[in-house]
Every structure is written in structure tokens, then in C-alpha cells.
């Protein structure tokens, strides 16, 4: 994906457990093979829909992390974004009732380091 100029390549998982640091090498991979191929850099997003198989409001819970301290330790490190699907979902809800901007979900994703933070989009 490109946008504002920069380069971005994604990762979806969905998966029973957390997001596993397997899907952020992976993410990364795609990056680095992107780097060599088209001597450009570019930043990884990894969407996790982690616990798919629980109701969103079970998830992100202290035993159920959608990303674990490690996952987001080492995407900090390496500049990825960690989008969580349940976050996204509820960001993508307020843009289809007009209350924010497709612009304003992008910059969440793309300027993250770590895990987007999309607190800011749901104050009413």
C-alpha cells in the first residue's frame, strides 16, 4: 500500500491464541525482501485478529493478549505496526457513521510503532 508517500506491506493473521512473534518475522521478511528487490525502504503492518473464536470483549484481556509483550517489544524495534482487528473494527464503525475520517484510520496504522493506538478516533 502506498500512502503519503511511503511505502507499507501488511500481514493479516487470524488466529486462536495471541499474535506470535512467527507472524511479526514474517511481516518483517516481506519488508527486508521489498528493501533488496526494489532498493526502497518500506514498514510492515501486522493486522491480528487474534482469539478469533471469542467475542470481541474477551479478547485483549490480561491472559489473552491479542499481542504479547515480546511481539510488541520487537515490532517497536523493527518500526511495524500491530493493528488489532477488534480496534480496526470498531475505528471502521465510526467512519461508516460518518463520525471520523478514512484518512485519520490510515495515519493510526501507518505511523505506529508498535501497537496503533486508535484511543484518539473514539473520543466522542
Same mark, same amino acid.
Given at each position: 500500500? &502506498? ?12 488466529? *486462536?491464541?495471541?499474535? @506470535? ?20 525502504? !518500506?514498514?510492515?503492518?501486522?493486522? !491480528? ?6 467475542? %470481541?470483549?474477551?479478547?485483549? #484481556?490480561?491472559?489473552? %493478549?491479542?499481542? %504479547? ?5 520487537? *515490532?517497536?524495534?523493527?518500526?511495524? @505496526?500491530?493493528?488489532? @482487528? ?12 460518518? &463520525?471520523?475520517? *478514512? ?6 496504522? #501507518?505511523?505506529?510503532? !508498535?501497537?496503533?493506538?486508535?484511543? %484518539?478516533?473514539?473520543?466522542?
Amino acid at each position: 500500500m &502506498e500512502w503519503r508517500g511511503a511505502v507499507f506491506l501488511a500481514e493479516c493473521k487470524g488466529v *486462536a491464541k495471541s499474535v @506470535s512473534l512467527a507472524h511479526l518475522r514474517q511481516v518483517q521478511d516481506y519488508v527486508l525482501k521489498y528493501e533488496e528487490d526494489e532498493g526502497a525502504a !518500506g514498514k510492515g503492518i501486522l493486522f !491480528g485478529n487474534a482469539w478469533r473464536d471469542l467475542p %470481541p470483549n474477551e479478547r485483549n #484481556t490480561n491472559d489473552r %493478549p491479542v499481542f %504479547p509483550k515480546n511481539v510488541i517489544e520487537r *515490532a517497536q524495534q523493527f518500526g511495524v @505496526s500491530l493493528v488489532s @482487528s477488534v480496534d480496526l473494527f470498531y475505528a471502521i464503525s465510526r467512519f461508516l457513521n460518518g &463520525e471520523i475520517r *478514512a484518512d485519520e484510520i490510515l495515519d493510526v496504522v #501507518t505511523n505506529a510503532n !508498535g501497537v496503533a493506538d486508535f484511543r %484518539p478516533l473514539m473520543v466522542i
